[in-house]
């Protein structure tokens, strides 16, 4: 078992940014984010191994970076160049096999 705690949601204006963080009780091989808007299905935000490998989803690559910190069980999400269509509530994701954790959710809102 395992508990993810996320923190860093609000409000921002259009082209502003916001850092996600998101502690685990314990070490997960793989963490990441995901979001999901009311009425839609949740979508992959990026992820990052162990290893530090990551992957994005297109609408983020290039404002977005996904980072860990192995030793503290966290990983964090830097969202620059925020846009409306961003505005979501994030949920942190980790997965060690095919067991899978969440996060409660925490939400972001760019206002335009």
């Known amino acids: 078992q395992a508990q993810l705690v996320e923190s860093g949601g609000g409000l921002v204006q259009a082209g502003g940014s916001l850092r996600l963080s998101c502690a685990a009780s314990r070490s997960i091989f793989t963490m990441g984010w995901y979001r999901q808007v009311p009425g839609r299905q949740r979508e992959l935000v990026a992820t990052?191994?162990?290893?530090?490998?990551?992957n994005y989803a297109k609408s983020v690559k290039g404002r977005f970076t996904i980072s860990r910190d192995n030793a503290k069980n966290s990983v964090y999400l830097q969202m620059d160049s925020l846009k409306p269509e961003d505005t979501a509530v994030y949920y942190c994701?980790?997965?060690?096999?095919?067991?899978?954790?969440w996060g409660q959710g925490t939400r972001v809102t760019v206002s335009s």
């Open positions: 994701h980790a997965a060690q096999g095919p067991v899978v954790y």
């Open positions: 990052i191994g162990f290893d530090g490998s990551t």
